[in-house]
């Protein structure tokens, strides 16, 4: 009777070593991971027991993915436990939007739209296990730099996060519009957005689902995993840089590792049971941080924007 989570993005950095920290609390893992022969290589160089976990395919970028994914997994019959949604793409040097087969600007269709997809199409089966009274729990990871209640979120590179008034996805969100708020593309910031998308998404879970079912729904930030594949995009004297600038001044730098258990702690651990938090250890971090409910912006709590986000949002991807 092990405990069943299927975590997106388990093939490199906060992902890979949550699902490390999950194995090692018994659970068993679904990983749903956009490149299985890439899992598969991971899973064999971090010595993860064969018998606990299971590579399925999952592009989040593609909606017809996310749906061929859920399919595969409520006909396996299994009871979900908890998902995590941590799997994110930053691509902070496009000159020009990408776009996902469904026409979207790719790093809002990966990050929001695929995982606000998922967690509708999961959530079923997560109040099923809640009614059962057992463990469930939807969690998804945030970040500081979409939180401008913190320092972190108010840095102008290339600008911070904003959202507007959904303008750009109330107009249909397909070219030429980029941005959630409609105005020029910036790549870095479209990373941004869609951050602050998975917070406010997880506001209005709480407000529609956690009352009435039971369900545990939170978002985190672990800390700056400074070294994680996320900034495989960015200019080579950045990544060099970067790491040591977190370790040294900001002081906001966390291992992978650490960073990893700590999104375990919250997927998995019985003093995570409070619903509708963000999570942080803070930004000037060591191994001795204790967790605590980090505030979100005033914007991030409104709760005409997250209804309004959830709405758009389920017109745009084909859902009531
Ligand atoms: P990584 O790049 O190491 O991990 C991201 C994962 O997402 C990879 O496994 C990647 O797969 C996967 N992914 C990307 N695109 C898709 C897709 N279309 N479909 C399925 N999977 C996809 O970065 P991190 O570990 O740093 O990031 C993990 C999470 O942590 C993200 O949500 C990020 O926003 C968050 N975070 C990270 C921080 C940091 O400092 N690093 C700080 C705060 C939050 P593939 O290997 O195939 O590309």
């Known amino acids: 009777n092990q405990p069943l989570a299927i975590i997106t993005g388990s ?19 679904i990983l749903a991971v956009r490149d299985p022969q890439k899992m598969e290589l991971a899973a064999k160089a971090h010595q993860f027991d064969s018998s606990q976990y299971e590579i399925w395919q999952l592009d989040l970028g593609n909606l017809d993915s996310v749906r061929a994914f859920v399919k595969r997994f409520n006909d396996s019959g299994q009871k979900l436990n908890a ?52 463990h469930a729990r939807l969690i998804t990871l945030g970040t500081v730099t979409a939180n401008s209640e913190e320092f972190g979120g108010k840095v102008p590179i290339p600008a911070p996060a904003d959202i507007g008034a959904l303008e750009g996805l109330m107009a249909g969100f397909k070219a030429p519009i980029a941005m959630i708020n409609g105005k020029p593309f910036k790549p870095g910031k479209a990373y941004k957005d869609s951050k602050l998308c998975n917070m406010v998404m997880n506001r209005e879970l709480q407000k529609r689902y956690h009352a009435s079912t039971g369900v545990i729904f939170n978002t985190l930030y672990p800390g700056c995993v400074a070294e994680t594949a996320l900034f495989r995009d960015t200019p080579p004297l950045f990544q060099k840089i970067f790491p040591w600038f977190q370790k040294n001044i900001t002081k906001g730098y966390v291992s992978q590792e650490l960073a990893g258990d700590r999104v375990a702690q919250v997927v998995a651990d019985p003093h995570f049971t409070q619903s509708g938090v963000h999570w942080s250890w803070g930004n000037r971090n060591s191994a001795i941080r204790e967790p605590f409910a980090q505030e ?7 709760e005409k924007l997250s209804k309004d986000l959830w709405e758009i949002t389920a017109k745009l991807v084909g859902m009531p």
């Open 83 to 134: 998902l995590l949604c941590n799997a994110a793409t930053y691509l902070p040097l496009l000159k020009e939007p990408a776009r996902s087969p469904q026409g979207f600007e790719i790093s809002v269709a990966t990050n929001y739209f695929g995982h606000y997809v998922l967690s509708r199409m999961l959530l079923e089966n997560l109040i099923q296990t809640a009614k059962a009274h057992e």
């Open 296 to 302: 979100l912006s005033m914007k991030a709590k409104s």
């Open 11 to 29: 093939s490199s950095g906060v992902g890979l070593y949550a699902a490390k920290a999950l194995l090692a609390r018994k659970w068993r893992l």
